[in-house]
């Protein structure tokens, strides 16, 4: 899979002569300049969720606008974060970097200055565009940066535990941005975060290639935007133009198309941008599939959550986002837990306790009414938090263990993809739905109609749980084969 190649060793000819490289005296400012692009693209994610209801004020949005302006942005990012690993190998990692915090910079100034729905979807994919060539590109230069084997462990784990704190404070961020700015401020916060990140990688991070880059897939690209988006579009709008449409039936026909082409095409290339022989190692299946689930899970709760609380129950976007604290207080708990859990047992008890604590708090919304009191709602978001934070470690330890070791960067790219494909999902079935049943003939109005995306939501836990059950033991680990590797990689060139 082309830029998902694990990150080369770096050069290092004038440690020989007893002088530490300029990168090496930096090297914990390089890890923290990466974590800031990590946090902005990471609060991005949920913080946009909060500020819906006023952009659907504002704007006049339709539901499935209000789906698009949130999976415009995941559909993008999922298409192209395999693609973005193969530029930066190829044309640099700092340069690749910068050009995504300019991109990602652009597309943030102008979706705060839409003025209609449609244009606010075009500017959420510039800014999926740039995104995409900051996190997986971010991982490869702290691996590039970190050659001590501990020393980089104790980096990617403060790497994940920004991701944690992104994610938690999205919402609390963007309910207090929209309550004292506007919608429009949880777009332009990005831009004096951007700016600081440009100046200091100008300033301390290293340019670095790898020696030899993998050849670029731009049939396979072209196919897995074709079955991303197509996929996506036909779930999103199917309750508005009909399931049976023309359009909608010949958008899953394509989508369909897509996905054998992309299989057949894949497995005749010696350097695909997708191997799908890493498939057959049952442990890297099953990573892959918890991740959409668990990540399916977690954007349609968010995006359910944000429409219930604010247009049900009343509550401004600051009191949507404090009440979302305790699942945020819990993914934080429980993610380091995880890791433990997952060094001296395995990822199975890990993955089984995520799968249930998503499955529990499906349930529990499942009942969820126009008075439901707010205990309840927080004994959900506690469920739900635990259960969320006990999975990503599972998931990089089976995605990582099901393959041989040259291929754990390969390993991490599509699960991080595998991850953006399932925030896509959820926002679209989960959402679809539930709008769609809003002004049903047998409608109870919005608490009601989420009845069902709810149910969903614990059908995804039940998934995990099962996946976790399946595909965690010791005989589900033997590694994939892989496709045919190009010549052994030298340590890799450092461009001055």
């Not at 995006?303 to 207080?329: C, E, I, R």
Request: hydrophobic share 50%.
């Amino acid at each position: 899979m082309a830029g998902a190649t694990s990150p080369a060793a770096p050069d290092h000819a004038d440690s020989g002569r007893g002088r530490p490289l300029p990168h090496d005296r930096h090297k914990w400012l390089i890890l923290g300049i990466c974590c800031i692009s990590l946090f902005m693209v990471g609060l991005d994610t949920t913080i946009v969720n909060l500020a819906l209801p006023s952009i659907q004020k504002d704007l006049d949005a339709t539901p499935s606008g209000l789906q698009w302006t949130v999976d415009a942005y995941t559909v993008v990012l999922a298409s192209l974060l395999m693609l973005s690993g193969s530029m930066a190998d190829r044309f640099g990692r700092r340069r690749t970097f910068q050009s995504g915090l300019l991109l990602f910079s652009l597309g943030s100034l102008l979706c705060g200055l839409a003025s209609d729905t449609g244009s606010l979807i075009a500017f959420r994919m510039v800014q999926a565009m740039g995104g995409a060539m900051l996190n997986p590109v971010a991982v490869s230069i702290i691996a590039n940066t970190f050659t001590d084997l501990r020393e980089r462990a104790r980096a990617i784990g403060l790497w994940g535990a920004v991701a944690g704190v992104s994610i938690a404070l999205g919402p609390v961020v963007g309910g207090a941005l929209v309550d004292s700015t506007g919608w429009q401020a949880v777009f332009w916060v990005n831009l004096p975060v951007a700016a600081l990140a440009l100046i200091l990688t100008s300033l301390f991070v290293p340019e670095s290639k790898a020696p030899r880059p993998r050849r670029l897939d731009p049939v396979g690209q072209l196919l897995v935007i074709a079955l991303l988006a197509t996929l996506t579009f036909g779930i999103i709008e199917g309750p508005v133009r009909g399931w049976g449409s023309a359009l909608i039936v010949g958008c899953f026909t394509i989508a369909v198309v897509a996905a054998v082409t992309l299989i057949r095409y894949e497995l005749r290339r010696a350097e695909p941008l997708l191997d799908v022989r890493f498939f057959r190692s049952p442990s890297f299946s099953g990573a892959i599939a918890s991740a959409v689930c668990g990540f399916a899970a977690l954007a349609g709760f968010l995006f359910l959550n944000a429409l219930y609380l604010q247009d049900v129950k009343d509550f401004s976007p600051l009191h949507t986002g404090l009440l979302t604290l305790p699942m945020a207080a819990m993914t934080l708990v429980s993610s380091p837990l995880a890791g433990r859990i997952v060094g001296a047992r395995g990822p199975r008890i890990p993955m089984v306790i995520a799968g249930a604590g998503t499955a529990g708090c499906g349930l529990l919304l499942t009942q969820v009414r126009a008075d439901t009191p707010i205990w309840y709602l927080v004994i959900a978001y506690v469920a739900f938090g635990i259960g969320f934070g006990m999975l990503d470690a599972p998931l990089t330890y089976s995605a990582v263990s099901g393959m041989p070791r040259s291929q754990a960067g390969v390993a991490a790219a599509v699960t991080s993809t595998g991850r953006q494909v399932g925030a896509a999902l959820g926002v679209a079935v989960l959402g679809s739905v539930s709008t769609a049943r809003v002004h049903g003939p047998f409608s109870s109005g919005f608490p009601g109609a989420s009845h069902l995306g709810w149910a969903i939501m614990a059908g995804c836990g039940l998934a995990i749980v099962t996946l976790g059950l399946l595909t965690t033991g010791v005989r589900t680990r033997h590694p994939a084969e892989p496709s045919p590797e190009p010549a052994a990689e030298q340590p890799a060139e450092r461009v001055p």
